[in-house]
């Protein structure tokens, strides 16, 4: 009696489980076939060409930027803030003069001195920086041992007392 009471649940349970691993093993293979997220390649030093579909400002850090393009982020990259000034949406006169984005470009020559502007629709922003301050950095590489590198660099100028590094990326919405 007791056997014919669990031949039914031991059957039952075996299709719950046969069921789950079926359903696991289906959006496992899903998963697998989602191509993996594309991010474009920052051309971090200014002296090599950065072939891209998209004219860019002497202040904005530059990556290759494919034809077919609309909403494009680049991959995370490391930079050393040099500079930042207290901004607001509303005014978008205050930002870091090219005069001084240029004095910082010469100390640097091998990495791209950029800065930040207010975003214009098809502008360049940046991740994981703050909404009501205007920056210039310079470009530190994609590794933290790069970047760290990079901030000796910066701080042996004794010119920036205030550097300090950043992981970002750079966006542009071209819709």
């Known amino acids: 009696m007791i056997k014919s009471r669990l031949r039914p649940l031991n059957i039952a349970l075996a299709i719950t489980v046969l069921a789950v691993s079926s359903l696991i093993s289906i959006d496992a293979a899903a998963q697998r076939r989602r191509p993996p997220a594309r991010h474009l390649t920052v051309c971090g030093n200014p002296n090599l060409p950065c072939k891209s579909f998209r004219p860019f400002e002497p202040f904005e850090l530059r990556f290759r930027i494919p034809e077919t393009a609309v909403i494009w982020d680049t991959e995370l990259f490391y930079a050393v803030i040099l500079k930042s ?31 930040s502007r207010c975003v214009e629709p098809g502008g360049i922003s940046y991740s994981n920086t703050s909404s009501k301050a205007q ?4 470009y530190a590489g994609n590794t933290l041992a790069q970047a760290n590198r990079m901030l000796a660099t910066v701080q042996a100028t004794g010119k920036y007392p205030s550097a300090n590094i950043r992981r970002m990326r750079a966006t542009v919405n071209g819709t």
């Not at 920056?135 to 310079?138: G, I, L, R």
């Open 85 to 115: 000034v207290k901004s607001s949406d509303e005014n978008c006169d205050v930002f870091i003069p090219e005069r001084d984005r240029l004095a910082a470009q010469a100390l640097f020559p091998n990495n791209k001195v950029f800065a």
């Open 135 to 138: 920056f210039m950095a310079v």
